[in-house]
């Protein structure tokens, strides 16, 4: 079956640190992946788009990586803030008309 | 408008009514989505419009679920005789059509409780 996996752990980490996150998926091939950023009763924020030809996209501290090979995605944060602190969510299309299917998220705690 | 607008951002219904949530995408979006999130869970795709069409409806729970999309903007979403099972966020997420870098807009949702 189609599965896209996040950690449901909550992720705790100090502020300065770099967070980690990982997204994994079976049974799709996707063009592209999403992640997004989820506060408490808000809708998910867009953060970036890697497209199965990029190794690695960055924007600002953000980081993204995609191994299609291994059918996974990390998402990294750079010196982490207590601002940075949400549930990230990622996100892909597995029919190539922009209809995603999301991960069930993992939630981020950078504590100063 | 400057953002996906969602209407009402809470309701609360008896089980048995009908419900209407709107949404406003941004200007100029041809895509629209709705999704529901129920709590401590991921988002579940319901229906797909690409201007008023909806090419996909594969997640619409029940046939007590239906959409519209009307002048290729606002989106109603009615539930017939709710559930208590229907109680959740209901998201909507508005998009640009191009080969670039994209990704969807969300409404802050409407929080939909059924007693």
């Known amino acids: 079956s189609q599965k896209i996996e996040q950690n449901s752990e909550a992720l705790n980490i100090q502020e300065g640190k770099t967070a980690t996150l990982t997204c994994n998926y079976t049974?799709?091939?996707?063009?592209?992946l999403q992640w997004y950023r989820q506060d408490p009763g808000r809708g998910p924020v867009f953060l970036l788009l890697i497209r199965e030809n990029e190794k690695e996209k960055r924007k600002e501290r953000l980081k993204v990586t995609f191994d299609t090979t291994l059918k996974q995605s990390l998402f990294h944060i750079t010196a982490s803030q207590p601002a940075d602190s949400a549930t990230y969510l990622c996100a892909l299309d597995p029919g190539g008309y922009n209809k995603l299917i999301f991960g069930a998220g993992t939630r981020l705690a950078v504590h100063p | 408008g400057a953002g996906v607008s969602q209407s009402p951002s809470n309701k609360v219904t008896e089980k048995g009514k009908d419900v209407e949530l709107r949404c406003d995408p941004i200007s100029g979006h041809t895509a629209l989505y709705w999704y529901r999130q129920s709590l401590g869970q991921g988002l579940e795709f319901l229906i797909y419009f690409q201007g008023n069409s909806a090419p996909d409806k594969s997640g619409l729970p029940s046939d007590r679920f239906s959409a519209e999309r009307t002048g290729g903007s606002v989106s109603t979403l009615t539930i017939q005789r709710t559930q208590q099972e229907d109680s959740a966020v209901y998201l909507c997420a508005s998009s640009v059509w191009t080969g670039g870098d994209y990704g969807y807009t969300f409404g802050s949702g409407t929080r939909l409780t059924v007693v």
């Open positions: 049974n799709y091939s996707p063009a592209y």
